[in-house]
């Protein structure tokens, strides 16, 4: 497609003969037009606006459509993670949130679905709500009321692989924290509930947390009261040393399928925008 100042020099000897001719006849009729309309030009702009009327996102590069993309995290469980008894800002999803944002994961909202009392088969019970937040990342911390109820290890078992299957049938990495109890219900029974965490983990290949309150449980000085749930320095301490270690290679390993998604449809955007622009000529 030929441009204007081209096109305008090629016409320059017709018009300055056009002119001489009119100015010797006296010719006083209004010159008509000489040209067809330009069908090329015409073409070429609808084909622009069709162009740009691709989704800006899908155009831009892969990197930015990455670290401008949401990166949902959700923390399911009972009152381990609610975070009962410390304020809404210290609990750990609170932390957690805070510290991705601190260290470069802007987008990064951590929600928390943690419920006082709750019980393996509780939380199943209610999965077909939580996953309506669809999660990228789920980190599962369940087990521990079913155990102080004193209930049968199988069961505890079952309800922990049906929450993860859920999960990864619904697209979300699972990061499953396990649990350890005290010997009140005897040995066997202690040793059988601990070993159920890296069994499911190794057999449904989910990342584990092996002890989630590591370095925390039974220190007087970070939990409250009760002994059981962790104060605010507690969870300062499970979100740095005991979550963040495994969250974070997940969080790059995501950002590495998305990258290579977003270049995917960059590069069919870019190979369809090609088909539809017509060759220009000269």
Wanted: net charge negative.
């Amino acid at each position: 497609m030929m441009n204007s100042p081209f096109r305008f020099a090629q016409r320059l000897p017709a018009i300055v003969i056009l002119a001489a001719v009119m100015a010797i006849s006296g010719c006083q009729k209004d010159a008509e037009p000489t040209d067809a309309p330009d069908t090329q030009n015409t073409e070429a702009t609808n084909n622009q606006a069709n162009t740009t009327s691709v989704d800006a996102n899908a155009t831009a590069p892969a990197d930015q459509q990455v670290n401008s993309s949401p990166i949902t995290i959700l923390a399911l469980g009972d009152s381990l993670t609610e975070g009962l008894g410390v304020d809404k800002n210290d609990n750990y999803p609170a932390q957690l949130e805070d510290r991705l944002q601190a260290m470069g994961y802007d987008n990064a909202k951590v929600i928390n679905s943690g419920l006082s009392g709750e019980t393996s088969t509780g939380l199943v019970n209610r999965l077909d709500w939580v996953l309506q937040t669809k999660p990228d990342v789920t980190i599962l911390t369940i087990g521990a009321n079913d155990a102080i109820r004193g209930i049968d290890v199988a069961t505890i078992e079952a309800n922990i692989r049906t929450a993860v299957k859920r999960l990864q049938d619904n697209g979300s990495v699972v990061i499953l924290g396990g649990m350890s109890i005290y010997d009140n219900l005897g040995s066997d029974y202690v040793a059988a509930f601990s070993d159920i965490y890296p069994r499911v983990a190794k057999d449904m290949n989910v990342t584990l947390i092996p002890f989630f309150l590591e370095g925390v449980g039974g220190d007087r000085e970070l939990n409250q009261a009760d002994a059981i749930h962790p104060t605010k320095e507690g969870y300062t301490i499970i979100v740095n040393d005991n979550i963040l270690p495994v969250l974070e290679p997940k969080l790059n390993e995501l950002k590495e399928l998305k990258t290579a998604d977003a270049e995917n449809t960059t590069e069919t955007v870019q190979a369809e925008t090609t088909k539809n622009t017509p060759n220009e000529t000269t």
